[in-house]
């Protein structure tokens, strides 16, 4: 399903990550900031030309095939969470 390492597609990107980063986070930018950047249209985004370079260049758009979610870890780590919270404070003798 996902890129495997080695298969010669963009093996320094970091999942979650853009392929190539804007000048700030796309939330805090206009539309019309974004869509210059990315180089897409307002009204029609990607070129056919543009979309088939960049499906060569960076591989088809696929979640890699890590370990997902894992319920135990999430129960341990809000267990763990939980008990952060009700822990007491130390109190001082004396």
């Known amino acids: ?9 963009n093996e320094n990107h970091v999942s979650g990550q853009a392929n190539k980063p804007l000048s700030a986070p796309a939330h805090a930018l206009s539309y019309d900031a974004v ?4 180089g897409a249209n307002k009204e029609d985004g990607l070129t056919t030309a543009e979309a ?5 260049e960076f591989g088809r758009n ?3 095939d890590g370990p997902g979610v894992q319920p ?7 267990v763990a969470n ?3 919270l009700v822990k ?6 004396g």
Not at 35 to 38: A, H, L
Not at 72 to 78: D, G, P, S, T
Not at 88 to 93: D, G, L
Request: glycine share 8%; hydrophobic share 40%.
């Open 1 to 9: 399903m996902g890129k495997k390492s080695g298969d010669g597609v």
């Open 82 to 84: 939980a008990m952060m």
């Open 35 to 38: 869509t210059s950047e990315i």
């Open 62 to 64: 696929e979640l890699d």
């Open 52 to 56: 088939k370079s960049r499906l060569e």
């Open 88 to 93: 007491r404070p130390i109190e001082p003798m």
């Open 72 to 78: 135990f870890k999430i129960l341990v780590r809000q």
